[in-house]
């Protein structure tokens, strides 16, 4: 498999893991999609993909104005391209700290109940949750964090503050959001 390149790796050339996924998203060929994803072996459907991170946005930031919602998609983008993180959305998605996902929304089923129910009455909050999607993930919008990876409702919080490994960088509040940038120490 050729290597892809990623527009939103700052121009890193990352390869995609041996075994990828066992998942059939992520194994159907989207070449409608090669606009938005230019290399030429892109293995994925994604309208599964956008579907995941749909979910994830609706669940974080639906009560948050669009420019929230667009900050924290682009934070499963952001992801892909980070050292610290799969490279892949549903591996980034899949990402558990411990038992519960790094995304918390998607451990909690009365989330999961609220966003079929938005999703089968096509609601205006769920329309937004899914056009912040599909501009991250087609970065037909810009980032308005920069390179954000992680986000959190309270300041100070774990998921914002740097580590031993990571500087947190960037730190700023978007809606009732605080979006930091890592980088390596």
């Known amino acids: 498999m050729t290597t892809p390149t990623r527009p939103w790796a700052n121009g890193a050339v990352l390869g995609w893991p041996s075994a990828m996924s066992s998942s059939e998203e992520e194994k159907t060929e989207c ?55 799969p490279n892949n959305i549903t591996a ?27 999703k089968a009455s096509n609601s205006d909050e769920y329309k937004n949750c899914t056009q912040a999607a599909q501009s991250a993930l087609c970065r037909t919008e810009p980032d308005p964090t920069g390179c954000a990876v992680n986000f959190c409702a309270v300041d100070p919080c774990a998921a914002t503050d740097s580590n031993d490994w990571w500087t947190a960088v960037n730190k700023m509040k978007i809606g009732n959001h605080y979006f930091i940038c890592l980088v390596p120490k």
């Open 31 to 85: 070449p409608e999609y090669s606009m938005c994803f230019p290399w030429s072996h892109f293995p994925c459907n994604i309208e599964a993909l956008t579907d995941r991170v749909t979910r994830v946005v609706f669940g974080e930031a639906r009560g948050e104005p669009y420019l929230g919602q667009l900050a924290v998609a682009y934070t499963i983008v952001n992801r892909v391209g980070h050292a610290g993180f």
């Open 92 to 118: 980034v998605l899949s990402q558990k700290a411990g038992a519960k996902h790094q995304y918390e929304t998607l451990d909690l089923p009365e989330h999961t109940a609220n966003y079929n129910a938005a």
